[in-house]
C-alpha cells in the first residue's frame, strides 16, 4: 500500500517557470490537501479537495492552482514561478466525515532562482 | 479565526529526562479536533494522537502521554524517559468544520533534540 506519492522530491526552478506537483493516493480518501512548510513556520494550507470535482482555497493561495479530476490525484500547479514560492510542499490525504488523521506524503523541495 | 502557538521553538534534553511540548489553541467552535504530529528529520509527517473537543480524557501510549484541558485550552504532550529517536519537530493542530469539511490550523512546531 503506497499510501500518499508525491512527484518530483527534489525540483529547481527559474523565475517565471511554471511546473506541476504531482500527488497520488491509493487509499480511496475523499478529502486530500496541499501545504506549503516554511522553516520555522509550520505548515500553511494551500488549496484541499472535499472530493472528486470539488476544490477551495486554503490560507495560502496566491500563485497556486488546483484540481481534482478524480479520487486518486491532486496535482498543485504553478504558473509563474517566484522565489517566494521556494519551499518544501506537502500533499496529504485523509477518509470519512469525522475527521480522521490526515496521512502525508514525503514531500517535494521546491527551489525558485 | 482558527490559532495554534506551541511557544517552545527548540527544547533540548539529555536522554532519559522527561520533557514536556506545549500547545495552546484558539476556536470559538465548540466542535473540534486535535492532532499531534511528528516530522523527524527524514523529513515525513507521521501522526501520533486526534482528541475531539468532547473527550477530555488524558491519554497513554507506552513513553508518550497528552494532557487535554479545555479550561486552558491546552493540548500538552510529554514524553517520559526521552530516547534520541524522539528528535523530530512536533506539531500540534487544531481543526474546526467549515462548509461541511474540517479545515486543519497548524501551529509552528516544536524541535526537539534529545542529545545522548
Known amino acids: 500500500n503506497a499510501g500518499v506519492t508525491q512527484t518530483p522530491k527534489f525540483r529547481i526552478l527559474k523565475i517565471g517557470q511554471s511546473m506541476t506537483l504531482q500527488c497520488a493516493q491509493d487509499?480511496?480518501?475523499?478529502?486530500m490537501y496541499w501545504y506549503r512548510q516554511d522553516p520555522g513556520m509550520g505548515l500553511k494550507l494551500i488549496y484541499y479537495s472535499v472530493g472528486a470535482g470539488i476544490t477551495d482555497k486554503g490560507e495560502v493561495p496566491n500563485g497556486y492552482n488546483v484540481s481534482r479530476s478524480t479520487t486518486e490525484d491532486f496535482p498543485l500547479r504553478l504558473e509563474l514561478a517566484a522565489p517566494s514560492q521556494t519551499s518544501v510542499y506537502f500533499c496529504a490525504s485523509r477518509a470519512g466525515t469525522d475527521n480522521q488523521p490526515q496521512h502525508f506524503g514525503d514531500g517535494t523541495r521546491l527551489s525558485i532562482l | 479565526a482558527q490559532k495554534v502557538t506551541q511557544a517552545q521553538t527548540e527544547i533540548s534534553v539529555v536522554e532519559k529526562e522527561d520533557v514536556t511540548l506545549d500547545c495552546v489553541y484558539e476556536t470559538r467552535d465548540t466542535t473540534y479536533y486535535l492532532f499531534w504530529y511528528k516530522q523527524p528529520p527524514s523529513g515525513e509527517l507521521v501522526f501520533l494522537i486526534r482528541r475531539n473537543s468532547f473527550d477530555e480524557q488524558n491519554e497513554i501510549s507506552g513513553r508518550y502521554s497528552w494532557n487535554f484541558q479545555k479550561s486552558t485550552s491546552s493540548f500538552n504532550f510529554t514524553i517520559t524517559a526521552s530516547q534520541v529517536v524522539d528528535s523530530a519537530v512536533y506539531f500540534c493542530?487544531?481543526?474546526?468544520?467549515?462548509?461541511?469539511?474540517?479545515?486543519?490550523?497548524f501551529g509552528r512546531g516544536t524541535s526537539l533534540i534529545v542529545h545522548p
Open positions: 487509499m480511496n480518501h475523499n478529502y
Open positions: 493542530a487544531l481543526s474546526v468544520p467549515s462548509g461541511g469539511s474540517y479545515i486543519p490550523t
